[in-house]
């Protein structure tokens, strides 16, 4: 990760009329380390319960001796009660600097296991329980040096008779690295390529062909792997800088966006990738896209140097910006909908965090 209000939100209507929309601050929580990621918990029983990952550059203090600087962090559980809108921290937990986290989408009959990639070249697993996340494994990146940082993480939920899951993994010496847990509920290193010449900044399954997998860097390239050949398919040169996030499209076959610190966020169809669908700027580099819960039209961005965007995608030639929330004065890294949501309530809740004002949100979109 680089260490580079008013609150608008629109709702499309038919016939291309815009209506404003209210967007409500419910929490403003100081995480007192720097927050970069937000995730919400999938599982049907724990839907009330999000974590806030942190990263924090210990530095050289005046008059010590000098030393390598420490890159710190810590795991918060939250509980958000929808009806009342309380938020209650459940947990914190002191790691190294956290920089993406991701939850299973298990079974209903399986606990929960939420994913973490860290400064020390880790993927961390941690299930949650009573609730509470308890530490059950770890396992370090291959490579030559010891400054490796695990950047992002992507699972794959396998269906075969060892029902094993996957994490696919990128690093910043621009590698890509397959993780396998076994029914033993061991994590093993499958495969390790390198796929781009800096920071591999982002991966991610293809939701609808999981034997394809997409990677972007700092190299300015998105990248399309076949699992099966372990061979590139496809080199995307459409950015006009590094790729930063990924989204297989949650319902929509052959659609993924895309993020980059151009400020652009592009459509493609998979089946022809050689040029967007379409893009639009939202100004401030996009860090990530999260699609809404209910209808998976609204997209949720991550724009590091600008603001939380909303962008509505009901037609993928003609992405809208629908809605911007200023409340945060620092990068803005993580951002994710709560997918605890009543079908007729017309409003969907949201948590954001920024970098360095360390700043939690949990607002309200209606």
Not at 17 to 36: C, F, G, P, Q, W
Not at 200 to 224: K, S
Not at 329 to 335: E, N, Q, V
Request: glycine residues 4%; contains cysteine.
């Amino acid at each position: 990760m680089k260490n580079y209000c008013i609150y608008r939100v629109f709702s499309p209507l038919t016939h291309n009329l815009m209506k404003m929309l209210n967007i409500e601050l419910i929490h403003n929580v100081d995480t007192e380390y720097s927050a970069d990621s937000v995730e919400w918990c999938p599982h049907k029983n724990f839907r009330d319960i999000f974590a806030c990952g942190t990263y924090q550059l210990e530095e050289n203090k005046e008059g010590e001796e000098e030393k390598p600087c420490q890159r710190k962090g810590r795991i918060y559980l939250y509980e958000f009660e929808k009806h009342t809108k309380s938020l209650k921290e459940l947990q914190r937990i002191e790691t190294a600097a956290i920089l993406d986290m991701k939850w299973i989408n298990c079974n209903d009959n399986e606990l929960p296991i939420l994913a973490t990639a860290t400064a020390l070249g880790k993927v961390e697993l941690f299930q949650l329980e009573d609730p509470e996340l308890k530490l059950i494994d770890s396992i370090h990146l291959k490579s030559d040096d010891d400054n490796i940082l695990a950047l992002s993480l992507d699972w794959k939920q396998g269906s075969g008779e060892n029902n094993e899951n996957q994490i696919l993994v990128s690093d910043s010496k621009g590698n890509i690295s397959l993780l396998n847990r076994t029914n033993e509920r061991n994590m093993e290193i499958l495969k390790t390529w390198h796929a781009h010449n800096f920071e591999a900044w982002i991966c991610a399954f293809d939701r609808w062909d999981q034997n394809r997998v997409y990677t972007g860097g700092d190299d300015t390239f998105l990248n399309v792997y076949d699992l099966r050949t372990e061979s590139r398919i496809l080199l995307n040169k459409s950015h006009a800088a590094g790729v930063t996030c990924l989204l297989s499209h949650p319902v929509r076959e052959h659609v993924l966006l895309t993020g980059s610190y151009d400020e652009h966020l592009r459509t493609f169809d998979t089946r022809a990738m050689r040029a967007p669908l379409s893009e639009i700027n939202l100004q401030g580099g996009i860090w990530r896209i999260k699609s809404d819960p209910r209808e998976h039209n609204l997209m949720l961005c991550a724009c590091m140097y600008h603001n939380f965007s909303i962008v509505h995608l009901a037609d993928l030639n003609a992405p809208t910006l629908t809605g911007e929330f200023g409340e945060h004065t620092s990068i803005c890294y993580g951002a994710d909908w709560d997918l605890n949501f009543d079908e007729g309530d017309d409003g969907l809740n949201m948590a954001t965090c920024s970098f360095y004002d360390h700043k939690l949100c949990v607002s309200r979109v209606s």
